[in-house]
């Protein structure tokens, strides 16, 4: 892969670095721990990237001795160093001190990471407290040292007599961004480990000192060695022989998949999924194409030779139970989503793997009858073991019904499945909202339980207070797993628990009140990561026969703005909603209610002694900020050291 010459009118300039310190959450997911590792991925990323287009073999990583700084380098060509021709500084300048710029790069040859990755240097530059850039590059040594995104040196020659090129970065967090500025060198190493897999020309040097060790990683059997090492890891013996591997160079518009996949006798299936060499944990689109594939294949190869017993229903997860697969697909602009941004969302890519896939895989099936054979022998096992278990399931289910029903609380509209794990059940201040969310709701998986009456203040009261405040007594029944010592989670009934309340003060009180009692005699759903808030909208603005939800003030400040500046008369309408009480069902359906379509904050408790969402309380606080939630956040988190 030959990428074009880069010259300094390819970079596109945009704005300063402010946002990134403002935000941080915006560019890298958050301060956390994710957040911290994220500045060395991205890193990485561009080090690999060198590599993936063939100029770089190396790459080195240190975490140095304190734990809170790292150095990455690589034998690639070094970023450029010469004087941008509008801006007049160094090319290396102007990327590590301007947000989005970028090189220009010839779409089709150069394949950036992208996403919440490839944000650029620049935002690591930002959130770090120092930063030293070392270029090895036309016959020189050059440095620039930063802190916290500027400048304090100009770029030097520091050597002319440098026959090497590469890039090395040193960088130091600003431990005043991060909750910890710690790296995590396990956790370093082993993602390093799968770059190496996922690249088998790449090797890659890691020196922990903080430990005292040195590993080295390079995997010329790329993604088929890292099956190997996976399924060695999972401990689970393979039903066939040979693990299929499809390598297709060229897809549509530069695109290039790597897949390798081994059946096995894992109940599970486990799939890991990559995009330009960056994990996608959450899955995606590639992933959907990859599953659709397997599936149509296997039926068709099924199909074909008569190889099903008659009778015999076959799901997907069936034809799927006990794969191991890695699955790599590089591609121009990925485009993610989800909270983490670990899933990709290009429509296109769906079909893009499942067409590149599916026949390659029936082929290789009707060329290979004998792993043809052992893999629809599996299928037919997992397929019967599952009708076997769903017949005793439902049977226990049927009587267990019985008994759990009899002590519901009459006014919640209960779901109709029992499988606590795809029920949800939405706790709501009112009756008339109760009656929207019942109307909007989806039956099967989805209870409603209004509350009309006061919600005790949890924070002040004894069990037995607690267990006589008709509202909270309700939410424990309709719960079903008990409270405080007799909690039990196994028989909780619904996996997600989501406050749906109005989104003004009163609506954030009875939040606090809820959360309080959660937190002081439910905690084990907290912790669990059951426990949800809803965001329902409190606008909704109409313009150009367009419809847009906005969660708050600043929301629908932002969407007005942007529509008169597409257009300057536009007509705009707008409408408050007084509660949820007023929104139509079909209108809580589609915000706030749809799994597809609703965002739901989940409530936990961060490590340093807040309760807080792991979107970001901040952004909810923010919002509407009444002081009193505030207060009894911190509150129930200093009743909780007095317990301890
Ligand atoms: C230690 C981590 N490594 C890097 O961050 C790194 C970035 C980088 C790079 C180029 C080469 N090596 C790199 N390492 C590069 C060079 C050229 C063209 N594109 C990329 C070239 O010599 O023509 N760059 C990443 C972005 C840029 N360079 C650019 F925008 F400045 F061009």
């Given at each position: 892969m030959v990428a074009k010459t880069y010259t300094g009118e390819d970079i596109q300039v945009l704005e300063g670095l402010e946002p990134v310190r403002r935000r941080p959450g915006m560019f890298i997911g958050g301060t956390?721990?994710?957040?911290?590792?994220?500045?060395?991925?991205?890193?990485?990323?561009?080090?690999?990237?060198?590599?993936?287009?063939?100029?770089?073999?190396?790459?080195?990583v240190t975490l140095h001795k304190d734990g809170e700084s790292i150095t990455v380098s690589d034998n690639g060509r070094g970023i450029p160093v010469d004087k941008h021709p509008t801006k007049k500084i160094p090319t290396l300048e102007l990327i590590l001190t301007t947000l989005h710029a970028g090189g220009k790069f010839d779409n089709s040859n150069y394949i950036t990471s992208g996403g919440l990755h490839g944000v650029g240097a620049s935002v690591v530059n930002a959130l770090s407290e120092e930063m030293i850039a070392i270029v090895k590059r036309d016959g020189g040594t050059?440095?620039?040292?930063?802190?916290?995104g500027f400048p304090i040196t100009k770029l030097k020659k520091t050597s002319s007599k440098t026959r090497r090129t590469g890039t090395t970065i040193f960088f130091r967090p600003d431990h005043e961004i991060f909750n910890s500025t710690t790296f995590d060198g396990e956790w370093i190493r082993e993602l390093l480990e799968v770059k190496t897999f996922l690249n088998g020309d790449l090797r890659i040097v890691f020196r922990d000192e903080t430990s005292d060790s040195k590993y080295e990683f390079q995997h010329e059997g790329g993604i088929s060695e890292y099956l190997e090492h996976?399924?060695?890891?999972?401990?689970?013996?393979?039903?066939?022989e040979q693990p299929f591997l499809l390598c297709q160079e060229k897809l549509q518009d530069g695109s290039r998949l790597e897949l390798v996949i081994q059946w096995t006798e894992a109940t599970q299936e486990h799939v890991k999924s990559y995009v330009n060499g960056i994990a996608t944990e959450d899955g995606g689109t590639h992933e959907q194409g990859f599953r659709d594939a397997v599936r149509s294949a296997v039926r068709a190869y099924m199909d074909t030779h008569d190889l099903l017993p008659k009778n015999l229903e076959v799901a997907a997860d069936d034809i799927r139970e006990g794969i191991v697969a890695v699955v790599n697909l590089y591609m121009v602009e990925p485009q993610f989503q989800g909270q983490t941004k670990e899933k990709l969302n290009n429509p296109d890519a769906r079909a893009l793997v499942?067409?590149?896939l599916r026949?390659?895989?029936?082929?290789?099936?009707?060329?290979?009858?004998s792993t043809g054979e052992a893999i629809v022998t599996r299928?037919?096992?997992?397929?019967?073991?599952?009708?076997?278990?769903?017949?005793?399931?439902?049977?226990?289910?049927?009587?267990?019904?019985?008994s759990h029903r009899l002590n519901l609380p009459g006014k919640l509209a209960d779901c109709s499945s029992t499988d606590p794990s795809e029920s949800e059940i939405f706790i709501v201040e009112g009756d008339s909202a109760g009656g929207s969310a019942k109307q909007g709701r989806d039956r099967k998986t989805q209870a409603i339980l209004p509350l009309r009456g006061k919600v005790l203040n949890a924070e002040q009261a004894t069990l037995k207070k607690v267990m006589?405040?008709?509202e909270l007594s309700h939410v424990v029944q309709a719960l079903g797993c008990g409270i405080g010592e007799h909690l039990d989670l196994s028989k909780l009934r619904y996996h997600k628990v989501i406050l749906l309340?109005?989104?003004?003060?009163?609506g954030h009180h009875i939040t606090t009140l809820l959360l309080t009692f959660f937190y002081r005699y439910l905690r084990a759903l907290i912790d669990e990561g059951y426990v949800y808030l809803a965001q329902p909208p409190l606008y909704r603005v109409d313009a150009a026969k367009k419809t847009y939800w906005a969660l708050d003030d600043d929301d629908r400040d932002a969407i007005v703005k942007k529509l008169q500046k597409a257009n300057r008369n536009i007509k705009i309408e707008q409408q408050r909603f007084k509660g949820l009480g007023e929104m139509m069902p079909a209108t809580l359906k589609s915000t706030t209610l749809d799994p597809e379509k609703r965002r739901l904050l989940r409530v936990s408790i961060a490590h340093e002694d807040k309760l807080v969402t792991e979107k970001t309380i901040s952004e909810l606080m923010g919002k509407d900020a009444s002081a009193r939630f505030k207060f009894i956040m911190k509150h129930a988190s200093e009743v909780d050291e007095l317990d301890v």
């Open positions: 956390g721990k994710p957040g911290l590792h994220h500045l060395l991925w991205e890193i990485v990323d561009n080090a690999v990237d060198e590599a993936t287009n063939g100029y770089a073999t190396n790459i080195d050059f440095e620039q040292r930063f802190a916290r996976l399924i060695k890891s999972l401990g689970v013996r393979p039903i066939h499942s067409g590149a026949i390659e895989l029936e082929k290789y099936l009707n060329k290979h009858p299928v037919i096992q997992s397929a019967r073991a599952r009708h076997a278990s769903r017949a005793a399931a439902t049977s226990v289910r049927r009587k267990s019904q019985v006589e405040n008709k309340m109005d989104a003004d003060a009163d």
